[in-house]
């Protein structure tokens, strides 16, 4: 009496035409029955966490950059100090060429599923009339310069390579040359390590198309969704290319014409990073009744 051999469920018997030319390979019924069972159940896993299911969430992280205490004088127009008016002391708000690192934190049950960041900057602004404000700083300003001045034309072209409020009139704020900045960015899982890009990406993969010295920072989409594991906490981390900058308290200029923004003889225009992931949470039945719990 013969044995039948045993097979595994992934042999694949050859299909022949006759014994000289053989047509390639096919599976056995129970190969085709095993390979049915892991396909199936592989869509039900995909299924389990679909980007249109469970609810619309996001998470804001922010963090503010104070001005350094270390003053330097500056050319604030860039026109080889031919202005002596134009040379005035500043401070750092926040530095280019420095890694910089503002952290979301993730909180609450559920899975979320970011598809969106959005970054913007703004700077804190003491009106003498209207009080506290925070006003916008341009991201993916183009800097180009042509230099005015008829006294030095050895000056040439400039480009302005910081932001700073200089003698501004309202009317002209977004649109002055010293508006304005460029950076590179990146996000990295806080608890695993697992960055969303291998390098830097620059400042453009977070505007829109056509885009104009935004203001506000738009959606940028990821490719694939960003899934998050219950709670945790993503690095929004970036670099800029120009510095944001402040006039000193020493200066003789105003960050805008006339209107002094000393309090007791101190000047800070702080700068806020506002970085904001957008998705949906997704919730199994231990998180719903986690979430009836609280």
Known sequence: MSRIPFRTPDDRRP???????????????????AQLQRDIGGLRDRMKYVYGEGVPASYIGT??????????????????????????????VIRDGVDHSVPIQLFGPGVFVARYVSMTIEQRYNDPTLGQMRLPVPIGKTFFYLDPSTTSPSVGKQTIKWHLFYNLGWGTMLSDRLMGTNLFWNLSDADSDRPLSDDW?????????????????????????????RAGVVDFKFRLINPILQ?????????????NDLVNGVRNMSAVVRVALHGRKVYSNRDLLLREAV
Not at 66 to 88: I, K, M, R, W
Not at 247 to 259: Q, S, V
């Open 247 to 259: 006039l000193a308290a020493a200066a003789t200029a105003f960050p805008f014409e006339g209107r």
């Open 15 to 33: 299909a022949t035409r006759g014994p000289a030319q053989p047509l390639g390979f096919v599976s056995t019924i129970r190969g085709k029955l």
């Open 63 to 92: 963090k503010e950059f104070f001005p350094e205490a270390q003053t330097f004088n500056l050319d604030v127009l860039s026109e080889g100090q031919v202005v002596p008016t134009n040379v005035q002391p500043v401070q750092y």
């Open 201 to 229: 990406m620059p400042h453009t993969t977070l505007l829109p198309q056509h885009y104009q010295n935004l203001v506000d920072g738009d959606l940028s989409e990821f490719e694939v969704p960003w899934t998050f594991e």
